[in-house]
């Protein structure tokens, strides 16, 4: 399983709002019943006769579905923060490890942090402190989401293994609400190909 930059769960849920709005707004138009006589075809609560209704209707069902036949995660409502461990079923939140000075890599991380964006908003970092005598670096940043706020907060450090190797985890949660629509999931995969961009293309 992987998560999607696409933010599938706020198109499904935009989707069945338009859906539930239509046949409201139908209905609020057309409240009688039919009368005696009348053609079967008139019902007392009416459906859209577009096509476009029938398939915005199916993409409700169809959507969630398809996303995980093709291993895409599909979350609306059970969560409002993400975070990544090495046994995370989904394999892109899992933490990244490099073979890497730890200054080169908060710099390229603290790089990539700068240079993101959601929403057409750009990430506000709120902290930002490397440690070189522990080899610990962490980066703490703002994610504007539309009207709400996340925070998002990215740690590197050794991973006990070998000397050179380091871990670089990330944590984001949501200020309010007890759903993201898959949102923090997205800023980590977001900041991680950002972070391994600027790694790779490092001089």
Do not use: C
Not at 93 to 108: G, K, M, T, V
Not at 124 to 132: K, N, R
Not at 149 to 158: A, K, N, Y
Not at 167 to 179: H, I, L, M, P, T
């Amino acid at each position: 399983m992987t998560v999607s930059l696409i933010p599938w769960e706020a198109i499904w849920f935009l989707n069945l709002v338009v859906v539930v709005v239509w046949i409201f707004a139908l209905n609020l138009r057309h409240p009688e019943r039919p009368r005696r006589g009348e053609r079967r075809q008139r019902y007392w609560f009416l459906l859209p006769d577009t096509p476009l209704f029938y398939v915005l209707f199916a993409a409700i069902f169809m959507l969630p579905l398809a996303l995980n036949l093709l291993h895409i995660q599909f979350d609306v409502d059970t969560q409002n923060d993400a975070a990544t461990t090495f046994d995370n079923p989904i394999v892109n939140l899992r933490p990244h490890r490099y073979d890497l000075p730890p200054q080169e890599i908060y710099d390229a991380a603290l790089k990539a942090v700068q240079s993101q964006r959601t929403y057409g908003q750009p990430w506000v970092i709120t902290f930002a402190e490397y440690m070189p005598d522990q080899k610990l670096g962490r980066i703490v940043a703002e994610v504007p989401v539309l009207w709400f706020v996340d925070d998002i907060s990215i740690t590197i450090q050794p991973t006990g293994e070998q000397a050179t190797d380091y871990r670089v985890d990330v944590y984001s949660a949501s200020r309010v609400g007890e759903a993201d629509f898959g949102e923090n999931g997205r800023h980590i995969v977001q900041f991680f190909r950002a972070l391994d961009k600027n790694l790779a293309n490092r001089k």
